[in-house]
Every structure is written in structure tokens, then in C-alpha cells.
């Protein structure tokens, strides 16, 4: 689960980790109000679900409440395209105001889980900004990592050697050593699947300050945090994605044709795989689990019709918990409501195997079952072209 910057940053400074004052607005008059508030100069940014905000010119530097006006007016309602949201783009509906800062020096650093160790590690650079992605690929060695022992938790001589590698010294890198701490405490407390701060600051004043910051909670954990739910902007996800979040379907939008139903995370990403190795291009992730009824089966199917970019539908079911004649009878009933015209693809194994196809292929559905997984996703590529 993401969130928004502004979000992201009251969390911080819920934390002890210290913010550029500012305010979220979502009118062109509330940017201006909270420029004249802060002094006329302040930065304008496009709040939306996507880093490579400034590249795509959803960060602006205006130095009076007037120029704040006309930043909002041009940026509300703006489609973003960045390298995080796809070539659709995102629609920007909320802008942060926030006072310009003078920066000393920038720094990368942010908590994720490491996956390989099922550990917390911090990822730090003493060069942050716009083209750390490039940095990570060019200069690899200037990424310093540290994984985090969860019997001991970050230690302070650990987050100590850091912020020294990273050329703090005296006070600073004590301060560093606190917001370190503190960054690690709200990855824990709060369920964070990710804590990014790009750039952290040293600013002409000598504070350290969170410049911009990225929270993504952990999905898993959301029903430990009954205040989440209400922090998500729906107007930033894809509404087949809500949709198949009502009947807890793991959906995710992608940019081909077609569309996929599956049973379990690996046999999805596999399947996927599959596809692209054959030349075809998946519409979507969509991941059924394994112990669905008839009615989910045929609540995933409509989901994966309302795409208007699908033009062919692949399923491939392993009927282990889940009988594979439930997911025929799903897929017909899902198909008959909507009057389905797409080539359909089926390839499945398991518990009623027998009788799932018979349903299928006695259903008068456009519909052709395949034996094996390349069998079903060489002739769903092959109908498409």
C-alpha cells in the first residue's frame, strides 16, 4: 500500500525526524494562501503514486504567492508521466506547498526489507537526488547497505559507522544517528515494507531535514492499522484494481493484450513469463488463490472483460485446493452475463479435471483447451497475431 508524500512526512515527523513546514492543497487558492504563509518562495509538487516527479515537471520553484497560483492552476489536473507510472500517466489532484530550503548537501537513505534475508536493511549514499537509480547502476559502490540483526535491532554504533561513511561529523552525524534510529523505529511500528528519504538534507542552517519521503506499507499487515485504509487515494489506482480489491483478488494492471486468470502468486508470475517468452503481452496479474468458489472465479473473470485493452484470455488453473470445474462453471457464468466475445484459452490439471473441460467445451463459449502451459500460451499468442 503507498501513500502520498505529505502523508509519508507527517509520519516522519511523528517520529522526531524533522520536515520542511508545509501544507497539502487542493485548490489553486490554497497553494497561494500557504505561499503567502510561508513567505512567497516555496516549492509546489505534484502529489501522486510515482517517483521522476521533478523530471516530468511536477516540482516547481516559485518565489511569490502569485507564481504559486499559476503553479497550481497548471499543475491540478496534469497527467504526470514518469518511469514509475506507465505511459498512461498519472492525474495530479493534490499539491504540496512547502518552503524553499537552502541545501548544504544531499544524501540518499531509506529501510526496505531484504528478501534474501527476510531482514530490515538500511540503504544509504552521501549522493541523493533525481538520478540515484542511475548512481546504483553506474557506481554501485557508492551504495552502502547495512542489514539489521531483528533480535538486536539497529544498534547506535551501527547507524553511527554510517552516517560517518557518509562524511557527517560532530553534532550532525549524532542527529543523523538519531534520525537513523528513529527511521528504523516507524518501519517497525508502523508495518513499512519500504522508508525511502531522497534527499535527505544538510541544509546552510546545518538541520537535517527530509526533503522528500516515500512510505509503502505492507499489505499483509493493514488489518493491524484500522486508520491505512482511509489514507489511500483511489483516484491514484486503477479502478479494475479497487474493484478486485473488494473480492480480495490479487489484480494488477499491465500494458498488453492479454488478459490472465490464475491460481497462486508463482504459477501467475510464471505464466506471465511464459507469455513474453512466446512473444505475447500480458494485460494484467491476476491471481485468483487457491481456495476461490464459483462466484470469485466469475467476479475475476468480469474484471479481467471490463479492460478494454484485453483481445484474448488465457487461463491456467492448477486444481489443487481449488476443483477445476468450479473454475469452468465460473468462467461461464461470468462470460454468459457479459456476452463475452474474445478467444478463451484453457489450460488446466488437477481435482475434476475431466469435468471442468467437458463443462467448457460443451459451454458454445469461444473457447479452446490446451494439455500442457506452452500448449496454452503458444495458441493464445498465435490467435492474437
Not at 519521503?213 to 489514507?231: C, E, G, Q, T, V
Amino acid at each position: 500500500m503507498n501513500i502520498h508524500e505529505y502523508q509519508a512526512k507527517e509520519i516522519l515527523q511523528s517520529f522526531g525526524i524533522q520536515v520542511p513546514r508545509g501544507h497539502v492543497s487542493l485548490t489553486s487558492r490554497q497553494v497561494e494562501r500557504t505561499a503567502r504563509e510561508l513567505g512567497g518562495r516555496c516549492v509546489v509538487k505534484a502529489q501522486i503514486y510515482a517517483g521522476g516527479r521533478g523530471k516530468a515537471g511536477g516540482v516547481r520553484l516559485v518565489n511569490s504567492p502569485e507564481e504559486a497560483l499559476e503553479a497550481g492552476k497548471s499543475l491540478f489536473g496534469k497527467v504526470l508521466v514518469t518511469p514509475q507510472t506507465g505511459p498512461k500517466g498519472l492525474v495530479v489532484r493534490r499539491l504540496l506547498v512547502e518552503e524553499a530550503v537552502e541545501i548544504e548537501r544531499e544524501f540518499y537513505l531509506s529501510i526496505t526489507l531484504d528478501r534474501n534475508s527476510s531482514r530490515y536493511c538500511i540503504i544509504a549514499s552521501a549522493e541523493g537526488g533525481m538520478d540515484i537509480e542511475e548512481l546504483a547502476v553506474n557506481a554501485p559502490e557508492k551504495i552502502l547497505t547495512l542489514t539489521i540483526d531483528p533480535f538486536t535491532g539497529l544498534r547506535p554504533f551501527q547507524a553511527r559507522k554510517l552516517a560517518l561513511r557518509l562524511g557527517l561529523e560532530g553534532e550532525l552525524c549524532e542527529d543523523c544517528v538519531k534520525l537513523m534510529l528513529n527511521l528504523y523505529r516507524c518501519s517497525l511500528e508502523k508495518d513499512c515494507s519500504l522508508v525511502e528519504i531522497n534527499p535527505l538534507v544538510v541544509t546552510r542552517a546545518g538541520w537535517l531535514l527530509a526533503m522528500d519521503a516515500k512510505i509503502s506499507f505492507d499489505d499483509n499487515a493493514i488489518y493491524r492499522h484500522l486508520d491505512y485504509p482511509a489514507m489511500i487515494d483511489c483516484s491514484q489506482i486503477d479502478p479494475l484494481e479497487i474493484t478486485a480489491g473488494a473480492f480480495e483478488l490479487s489484480y494488477i494492471k499491465l500494458m498488453g493484450n492479454i488478459g490472465c486468470m490464475v491460481n497462486g502468486a508463482g504459477l501467475a508470475m510464471a505464466t506471465l513469463d511464459m507469455l513474453k517468452e512466446y512473444g505475447g503481452e500480458p494485460a494484467n496479474f491476476l491471481d485468483v488463490g487457491g481456495g476461490a468458489n464459483k462466484e470469485r472465479v466469475a467476479e475475476a473473470f468480469k474484471i479481467i472483460l471490463q479492460d478494454p485493452d484485453v483481445r484474448g484470455i488465457f487461463v491456467n488453473i492448477f486444481g489443487g485446493i481449488m476443483r477445476c470445474d468450479v473454475i469452468a462453471q465460473g468462467i461461464i457464468e461470468a462470460a454468459s452475463d457479459v456476452g463475452c466475445p474474445l478467444p478463451i484459452v484453457v489450460r488446466m490439471d488437477g481435482t475434476k479435471v475431466e469435468v471442468g473441460r467437458k463443462l467448457l467445451l460443451e459451454s458454445g463459449l469461444n473457447v479452446q483447451y490446451a494439455d500442457y502451459l506452452g500448449d496454452g500460451v503458444e495458441k493464445i499468442v498465435k490467435m492474437l497475431q
